[in-house]
C-alpha cells in the first residue's frame, strides 16, 4: 500500500504569503485498491502453523491516479497530439506530484516508513486523457503504457555490487554514514525538496570530511580539499533553507557539492575494489 486510504484528493498550488486569494487547484489525485486479499480475524495470542516451503502470499496492489487539474486540452484533437507525444517526462511529473502527497501523508501521520515509489517499482505506469467524469473514477478516454527506458547504470550500481555487498557485510570495508546521508540528500533533490536536500547536505558533508580522512590516496587528498572549500557555501544555502526558499545559485551550490560527494564515494569504493 502507497499510504492514503482509498478516496479522492485535491491539491492545491502552494499559498502566496501576500495574496488573499484562494490558492488555485492543481491536480486531483485517487488511490484505489486492486486485487486486496481477503481479511483474516485476528484473535490474540493466536499463533498458526507455517508451511515448510509456503505459497506466496498475495498482496494488494494500489493504484494511484494523477490527474492535471489545470487548464484543459481545447478540444480531443489536442488531446490526441499531446498523447502521441508524451513519455517520460510527463511520467516523471505525474511521480513528483505523487511525491508530495505521499511526503505529507508521512508527515500528518508521523509514520517514517510511507515513501514515494520509485520509476523501476511502477508495475504499470499508464499515461492518457479523458473526459471529467472518465478521470474522476480512474478512467481515460485514450491511453498508453509506457516501459521503462534503458538508460544508464544508477549512481548505487558502482562496480559490482555484489561484491560491494560482501565486502560490507564482512567488515572489510564497512559502509560510512556520510553515503546513507548523501543518499537521503540525492532523494530528496531528485524528489524536487531542494531545503531538505540542502539541509541534508551539510551533515553529510561534515560526515564525508570526517570519514574520509587519513590515511588516504592522494588523489582522496585533493577531493577533501575541494569539499573542505565548500563549507561556507553548504551552510549558507542551509541558512536560507531554514528561511524559505534556496536562490538559484544556492540551488546550483548543492547539486555541485552533493555531486562531488558521490565522487568521492565512487574513488573510495573503486580504491577498495582494487586493494580488496
Known amino acids: 500500500m502507497l499510504g492514503p486510504p482509498d478516496g479522492r484528493y485535491l491539491l492545491r498550488a502552494p499559498a502566496d504569503p501576500l495574496g488573499s486569494s484562494k490558492p488555485e487547484p492543481t491536480h486531483v489525485l485517487l488511490f484505489a485498491t486492486l486485487a486486496a486479499p481477503?481479511?483474516?480475524?485476528?484473535?490474540?495470542?493466536?499463533?498458526?502453523?507455517?508451511?515448510?516451503?509456503?505459497?506466496?502470499?498475495?498482496?494488494?496492489i494500489c493504484r494511484a491516479t494523477v490527474i492535471d487539474a489545470g487548464e484543459p486540452f481545447a478540444d480531443g484533437e489536442a488531446a490526441k497530439r499531446w498523447l502521441a507525444a508524451a513519455g517520460e517526462a510527463d511520467l516523471r511529473s505525474g511521480l513528483l506530484t505523487l511525491t508530495r502527497v505521499l511526503d505529507t501523508f508521512r508527515v500528518v501521520t508521523a509514520d517514517p516508513h510511507v515513501r514515494a515509489p520509485g520509476r523501476d517499482e511502477l508495475l504499470v505506469a499508464r499515461i492518457g486523457y479523458g473526459e471529467g467524469e472518465e478521470v474522476a473514477y480512474g478512467r481515460w478516454t485514450q491511453a498508453r503504457e509506457l516501459d521503462p527506458e534503458p538508460g544508464p547504470r544508477k549512481r548505487s550500481k558502482v562496480l559490482e555490487p555484489q561484491a560491494r555487498l560482501a565486502a560490507a557485510l564482512g567488515q572489510r570495508t564497512p559502509p560510512l554514514i556520510c553515503e546513507d546521508l548523501a543518499l537521503r540528500a540525492r532523494l530528496?533533490?531528485?524528489?524536487?525538496?531542494?531545503?531538505?536536500?540542502?539541509?541534508?547536505?551539510?551533515?553529510?558533508?561534515?560526515?564525508a570530511l570526517a570519514e574520509l580522512r587519513p590515511p588516504m590516496a592522494p588523489d582522496m587528498r585533493s577531493r577533501l580539499d575541494e569539499l573542505a572549500a565548500q563549507i561556507a557555501a553548504v551552510t549558507a544555502a542551509a541558512t536560507s533553507a531554514l528561511q524559505g526558499d534556496l536562490s538559484t545559485d544556492e540551488r546550483e551550490t548543492v547539486t555541485h557539492v552533493l555531486g562531488r560527494i558521490e565522487a568521492a564515494l565512487r574513488a573510495r569504493a573503486a580504491a577498495s575494489a582494487r586493494i580488496g
Do not use: K
Request: net charge positive.
Open 38 to 60: 481477503p481479511r483474516r480475524r485476528r484473535f490474540a495470542a493466536r499463533q498458526r502453523p507455517a508451511a515448510p516451503e509456503p505459497e506466496p502470499t498475495s498482496v494488494p
Open 188 to 207: 530528496d533533490l531528485d524528489s524536487e525538496r531542494p531545503r531538505s536536500a540542502a539541509l541534508q547536505l551539510t551533515v553529510a558533508l561534515d560526515a
